[in-house]
């Protein structure tokens, strides 16, 4: 009996602790965040992710009363950067905001580091991202005329992205491929040295994102002639989209979002993205994400989940019939 009675006080012991525990976690959820959170941007600082990273960390800061500060990983295509917050706690203390690479990846590449629908818990859309058709080449005044110029003289013209496998190279490969266009793709490490080169004349296409291209088109130094989107932009009235030009499918807006590892806490997850959808209804924080090129994402936090699993089959599709692959 005397050892009986032991093991029952330890049990009640044990569980007691056990109960303890669980209401302290509890407790820490509910305070969330007690400390500072880490912002990962698996892009170098400068573009327009590392800026949309700051600018929805010090909303976040703000609204949290404790630091989020970004930690940029480039390298990999963003993998290095997703990658690292795959592996992180699942606490709510370290957060990623990626691109839509991260759907595209698993088209492009046989074996990735990380599942994209089983690492991560996906908290909110942030912006949107729209891509243009972009030239320095005076003979070719339209979308049109770079169609017909372009299948007079198969493999004349070269077009530049930042990089493999990147969304300007998957756009300019599905385009070229829709109509029948044999052009040499240049890439570059980075959007950067692209620019450098397409003001310089060395290359003298693109199809760029917008928030790269903007102030360029704006000055005449680059000349837009379509918009992949869904209807004409305010930002650029007098571009037409690829849709209005009889261009179908080339529609695909790109998105920059927000994830935390899996197995996130619920109350973690609904606390954080409550906190995002309240600084992306800040109308500065809506001008300051428009001003760098990029629209504030619209609809509700918990539709991001379907949309990757959407776009994974979409973008699967345009990547196997563009033949793009990067292994």
Same mark, same amino acid.
């Given at each position: 009996m005397k050892?009986l009675?032991l093991s029952?006080i ?6 007691c602790?056990n109960?303890l525990?669980a209401? !302290?976690a509890?407790?820490a959820e509910s ?8 912002l990962v941007?698996?892009f ?7 800026i949309?990273a700051r600018?929805m ?6 609204e949290?009363q ?6 940029n ?6 993998m290095i ?18 691109i ?14 990380y599942?994209i629908?089983?690492?991560?818990t996906?908290?909110?859309r942030?912006?949107d991202?729209?891509f243009l058709f972009? =030239?320095t080449?005076p003979v070719?005044t339209s979308l049109n005329?770079?169609v017909e110029l372009?299948?007079?003289s198969?493999g004349?013209y070269?077009?530049g992205?930042y990089g493999?496998?990147t969304?300007?190279?998957i756009y ?6 829709m109509?029948?266009?044999k052009a040499e793709?240049?890439?570059?490490k ?8 397409m003001?310089?004349g060395h290359?003298?296409?693109?199809f760029i994102d917008?928030?790269?291209a ?9 000349q837009?002639?379509? =918009?992949?989107?869904?209807?004409r932009?305010?930002?650029?009235? !007098?571009v037409?989209?690829?849709?209005e030009?009889?261009y ?5 807006v790109g ?6 590892p899996?197995?996130l806490?619920?109350n973690?997850?609904?606390?954080i993205?409550?906190?995002?959808d309240?600084?992306l209804?800040?109308?500065d924080?809506?001008?300051?994400i428009?001003?760098?090129g990029l629209?504030?994402a619209t609809?509700?936090p918990?539709?991001?989940g379907?949309r990757i ?5 979409k ?8 033949g793009?692959?990067?292994d």
């Amino acid at each position: 009996m005397k050892k009986l009675s032991l093991s029952l006080i330890a049990g009640i012991v044990a569980l007691c602790l056990n109960f303890l525990s669980a209401e !302290q976690a509890l407790a820490a959820e509910s305070l969330y965040p007690t400390k500072p959170v880490k912002l990962v941007m698996p892009f170098p600082p400068g573009g327009a992710g590392d800026i949309l990273a700051r600018i929805m960390a010090e909303g976040l800061s703000k609204e949290w009363q404790q630091p989020v500060i970004v930690e940029n990983k480039p390298g990999a295509s963003g993998m290095i950067g997703n990658e690292m917050v795959s592996k992180a706690t699942p606490d709510g203390y370290t957060l990623l905001l990626t691109i839509t690479q991260t759907v595209q990846a698993p088209a492009l590449m046989k074996q990735l580091p990380y599942d994209i629908q089983k690492d991560f818990t996906p908290l909110r859309r942030v912006a949107d991202a729209l891509f243009l058709f972009v =030239t320095t080449d005076p003979v070719i005044t339209s979308l049109n005329k770079y169609v017909e110029l372009a299948k007079q003289s198969p493999g004349k013209y070269s077009y530049g992205t930042y990089g493999a496998g990147t969304s300007a190279h998957i756009y300019a490969e599905m385009f070229n491929n829709m109509n029948g266009i044999k052009a040499e793709h240049i890439p570059y490490k980075g959007a950067a040295p692209l620019i450098q080169d397409m003001l310089g004349g060395h290359v003298t296409l693109s199809f760029i994102d917008m928030s790269t291209a903007l102030p360029h088109v704006r000055s005449g130094k680059l000349q837009a002639y379509a =918009t992949v989107s869904d209807k004409r932009l305010d930002v650029l009235p !007098q571009v037409p989209t690829f849709t209005e030009l009889g261009y179908k499918g080339m529609d695909l807006v790109g998105w920059y979002g927000m994830f935390a590892p899996a197995h996130l806490p619920k109350n973690i997850a609904t606390k954080i993205r409550t906190s995002i959808d309240k600084v992306l209804n800040s109308t500065d924080v809506q001008k300051k994400i428009r001003e760098i090129g990029l629209f504030p994402a619209t609809g509700k936090p918990e539709d991001f989940g379907e949309r990757i699993a959407a776009d994974l089959k979409k973008w699967k599709r345009i990547i196997d019939d563009a033949g793009v692959k990067l292994d």
